[in-house]
């Protein structure tokens, strides 16, 4: 059951524990995919591990001189990104979320950590895919949406039915009599107007209302504008 997780010296006894401890964790459709073991250079009695699943990742780290067994999960699509690093014993596997945490597991065999990395980004591309598709069935879906309103606005309003309309004969045009032309009046010729304004000089003249050079003087510019 267990052996296809010890194909890279993972220590059996604890990949045994992580095993069934995941067994009581898994969800409806969840496999496991990979388990790798910390192997420390000294004393390696309480190992961590690290689990992925097809729908996330799991740290395990064992308290209580290794009667329990704490975890931290993160599913896929909060996984922003992992890393490997490699140094002179082991190698170093943590992963990045997107609300900021980092968690990480050192002294790892690198051909484990290897492993991790690879499946991990398998995830990441494969969840990458997933979200690409649901983003576009809800765009489809907005779209079909508007098209439904619309065509369904359309179809609430109510045709107009066209009224045929029966041909009317244009009427006769209406003959008015021509009016009578009207008679010409013919008008009295108008004095002349630079005459009646001399007359009237004339007149303050005499009358003593204007002097003789007042007098004069407004009878050149009178006959100025001839």
Not at 185 to 209: C, H, I, S, W, Y
Request: glycine content about 4%.
């Amino acid at each position: 059951m267990i052996e296809k997780f010890l194909n890279e010296e993972q220590d059996p006894k604890a990949v045994e524990k992580i095993y069934f401890r995941l067994a009581d964790l898994l969800t409806t459709g969840e496999e496991i995919l990979y388990i790798a073991v910390q192997k420390k250079p000294i004393v390696n009695l309480f190992p961590d591990c690290v689990a992925l699943t097809n729908k996330r990742i799991l740290f395990f780290t064992p308290a209580n001189l290794g009667l329990t067994i704490k975890f931290v999960d993160f599913v896929w699509k909060d996984i922003v990104d992992v890393y490997t690093k490699e140094e002179i014993i082991g190698a170093i596997f943590s992963v990045k979320t997107t609300n900021g945490a980092e968690m990480g597991v050192d002294y790892l065999p690198k051909v484990q950590a290897r492993k991790l990395y690879q499946y991990a980004q398998e995830r990441k591309e494969s969840e990458r895919e997933a979200r690409r598709l649901r983003d576009l069935e809800e765009k489809r879906a907005e779209s079909g949406a508007i098209q439904f309103e619309n065509a369904s606005r359309l179809a609430s309003q109510q045709p107009v039915t066209p009224v045929e309309l029966m041909p009317v004969s244009a009427p006769e045009p209406v003959r008015t009599p021509e009016p009578a032309p009207a008679p010409v009046v013919q008008e009295a010729p108008k004095p002349d107007e630079l005459t009646e304004k001399l007359k009237k000089l004339r007149m303050l003249f005499d009358n003593g209302l204007i002097s003789q050079e007042e007098y004069n003087h407004k009878k050149l510019d009178l006959l100025s504008d001839l």
